[in-house]
């Protein structure tokens, strides 16, 4: 991995020790910087899960991805740059309360003075780390989040109080993720292959391009824009999220 090409990416430098600190501001910028878009699947390309594709995409070409290229990609990152880390395999809640298939998500597990959950996949979630350890509610400037035993062992991440996922226990590499990632690319029953749509956290709020759909959430209030004819989807892609395409996802 070029550590150097990807910490500018982030517009970093090299943190001096790999703390809590350092994990912080690696998570904060990478969630700005860096959008949650499954814009490949809509485009006809493969989602290769090893860190040589994954830094052609999100580094050199300056893209984004969905979970397990955004966390396979920055757990190697923190990898690099001395943190203890390990890839877990995730399950998560759907809006009628039942659990996804397993590997549903990639979450990484960062060891320090206690372990921490480090999540820049998973779309609208917490900017911070998150102590897993901790037994009271996690504020964080994107939600109020709760971390609660689960059965097996496992573990339950619960935002202003709705469950998103749970965590299995045990560490993944990130080629176990492989499977349910063509699920997720492929099947009809995938939210993913519904729709392009790519998004980024703002200051006060978050911007995110569904299909012809822009839609911007400031300060709670969100506003809706249908944009007209590929040169404005485009140029939305460029603006917004520094995203150069010759064609728009899901045409011809």
Not at 199 to 224: C, F, M, N, Q, Y
Request: hydrophobic share 40%; aromatic share 8%; with cysteine.
């Amino acid at each position: 991995m070029d550590v150097a090409a990807y910490l500018d990416r982030l517009g970093l430098d090299r943190p001096a020790t790999a703390d809590v600190a350092a994990l912080r501001t690696l998570q904060e910028r990478h969630l700005a910087m860096v959008p949650f878009e499954n814009l490949s699947i809509h485009l006809g390309e493969p989602i290769v899960l090893d860190t040589e594709a994954l830094s052609g995409k999100i580094v050199r070409r300056r893209r984004g991805g969905f979970c397990y290229e955004l966390n396979g990609l920055f757990a190697a990152l923190l990898e690099e740059l001395g943190f203890d880390v390990t890839l877990q395999a995730a399950r998560v809640f759907r809006p009628d309360g039942t659990l996804g298939p397993p590997f549903d998500h990639a979450a990484v597990r960062v060891e320090l003075d206690e372990p921490w959950l480090a999540d820049v996949g998973f779309g609208r979630f917490s900017r911070f780390p998150l102590r897993l350890s901790a037994t009271e509610a996690q504020a964080d400037p994107d939600g109020e989040f709760l971390v609660l035993d689960a059965p097996h062992g496992d573990i339950d991440v619960l935002m202003d109080g709705k469950p998103q996922y749970r965590i299995e226990r045990r560490p993944r590499a990130l080629d176990e993720f492989v499977p349910t990632a063509f699920w997720q690319a492929t099947s009809p029953d995938s939210h993913f292959t519904r729709g392009p749509t790519c998004s980024l956290p703002t200051k006060h709020g978050r911007v995110t391009l569904a299909g012809d759909k822009l839609i911007v959430t400031t300060h709670g209030v969100r506003t809706e824009t249908r944009l007209s004819g590929d040169q404005e989807i485009l140029e939305a892609y460029r603006k917004e999220f520094g995203i150069e395409l010759d064609r728009v996802p899901g045409r011809p």
